[in-house]
């Protein structure tokens, strides 16, 4: 299963590969070069994780009303918004509460991170009523685990342009018979009809 890696983590990775190779660079023979390479290593570290937390939204969870819908903080206000990516279960649907918990339990006790799928012409770090976000919790993408334990569907009107892995999982959980793939004969409905 392919993941997304926690950018934080990334710019950990990059940094420490920087200062590897200034040390092969420059072999610290002066008086000042470890000083240097040190204050370098740092530098680095500061601008790759504020590169890294580029394009995240700052805000809290509130609450979990489906597996594809959550109520967030968002400046002093609540907010709700979608899970990219999928369709949670509708309702009157039997996993519609396996679902929903499964969801809000992947966000209890983790870090979350909410990444806008398109920025357009909005201003930078603000959300809107009803905008599908990605989602991660502990630097795992939700939609990616809903999918492969077959909790959610696909979202219709992006199918055709999620990641491979959101296929794959969704693919996989379909054959497997999982969740909301148990029984198709639900009158050929799908998950959020």
Same mark, same amino acid.
């Given at each position: 299963?392919?993941?997304?890696?926690?950018?934080?983590?990334? #710019?950990?990775? $990059?940094?420490?590969?920087?200062?590897? !190779?200034?040390? @092969?660079? =420059?072999?610290?023979? +002066? %008086?000042? #070069?470890?000083? $240097?390479?040190?204050?370098?290593?740092? !530098?680095?570290? @500061?601008? =790759?994780?504020?590169? +890294? %937390?580029?394009?995240?939204?700052?805000?809290?969870?509130?609450?979990?009303?489906?597996?594809?819908? =959550?109520?967030?903080?968002?400046?002093?206000?609540?907010?709700?918004?979608?899970?990219?990516?999928?369709?949670?279960?509708?309702?009157?649907?039997?996993?519609?509460?396996?679902?929903?918990?499964?969801?809000?339990?992947?966000?209890?006790?983790?870090?979350?991170?909410?990444?806008?799928?398109?920025?357009?012409?909005?201003?930078?770090?603000?959300?809107?009523?009803?905008?599908?976000?990605?989602?991660?919790?502990?630097?795992?993408?939700?939609?990616?685990?809903?999918?492969?334990?077959?909790?959610?569907?696909?979202?219709?009107?992006?199918?055709?342009?999620?990641?491979?892995?959101?296929?794959?999982?969704?693919?996989?959980?379909?054959?497997?018979?999982?969740?909301?793939?148990?029984?198709?004969?639900?009158?050929?409905?799908?998950?959020?009809?």
């Amino acid at each position: 299963m392919h993941t997304h890696i926690n950018p934080s983590l990334q #710019a950990y990775l $990059l940094t420490a590969f920087l200062l590897v !190779l200034l040390a @092969v660079v =420059l072999h610290p023979h +002066g %008086q000042y #070069a470890i000083s $240097l390479m040190v204050a370098g290593a740092l !530098l680095a570290y @500061v601008l =790759l994780a504020t590169l +890294g %937390q580029a394009g995240r939204v700052a805000c809290r969870l509130a609450s979990v009303e489906a597996a594809d819908t =959550l109520t967030l903080l968002h400046k002093g206000r609540k907010v709700r918004v979608r899970v990219y990516g999928i369709q949670a279960p509708d309702r009157n649907h039997p996993m519609f509460e396996a679902s929903r918990q499964a969801l809000e339990q992947y966000l209890q006790g983790q870090e979350l991170a909410f990444l806008p799928t398109h920025q357009g012409n909005k201003r930078a770090g603000r959300i809107s009523r009803d905008e599908r976000l990605m989602v991660f919790a502990g630097g795992w993408d939700v939609a990616l685990l809903l999918l492969a334990e077959g909790y959610v569907g696909l979202q219709p009107d992006v199918a055709s342009t999620l990641p491979e892995a959101y296929l794959d999982a969704h693919t996989t959980a379909q054959d497997a018979a999982t969740g909301i793939h148990a029984d198709d004969s639900n009158n050929g409905q799908k998950p959020g009809a």
